[in-house]
């Protein structure tokens, strides 16, 4: 079992940057994957980025690259979203996911440990 809780969400002006946290209780984070997904008003829940526990290998979503960066800090249980140059259509709650496959996947049916999201504004 993976307990999730996320923070650092905020309204922030286009261009600007945030920088999500996620903190997990459980045994074993070093063997578990971990993944940003978001969620806009009146739109599917969609991945954004992941980092595996297997080499730490990174994954992002098109629409981020170059602009977000997921990290782990094994020591601290902890995986961030640092967030840069933002737009208005990043605008969304932002869930911490949770897996113990090796690879992570973009399908949040693959997933089943998640945090309880926090709300990212960008205003323009």
């Known amino acids: 079992q993976v307990q999730l809780v996320e923070s650092g969400g905020g309204l922030v002006q286009a261009g600007g940057s945030l920088r999500l946290s996620c903190a997990a209780s459980?045994?074993?984070?070093?063997?578990?994957?971990l993944g940003w997904f978001r969620q806009a008003p009146g739109k599917e829940r969609e991945f954004v980025a992941a980092?595996?526990?297997?080499?730490?290998?990174?994954y992002y979503a098109d629409s981020v690259k170059g602009r977000f960066t997921i990290s782990r800090d094994n020591a601290k249980n902890t995986v961030y979203l640092q967030m840069n140059s933002l737009k208005p259509e990043d605008t969304a709650v932002y869930y911490c996911?949770?897996?113990?496959?090796?690879?992570?996947?973009?399908?949040?049916?693959?997933?089943?440990?998640w945090g309880q999201g926090t709300q990212v504004t960008v205003s323009s």
């Open positions: 980092v595996s526990w297997f080499v730490d290998n990174t």
């Open positions: 996911a949770a897996s113990r496959v090796v690879t992570p996947t973009t399908r949040t049916s693959e997933w089943p440990y």
């Open positions: 459980g045994r074993a984070f070093s063997s578990t994957s």
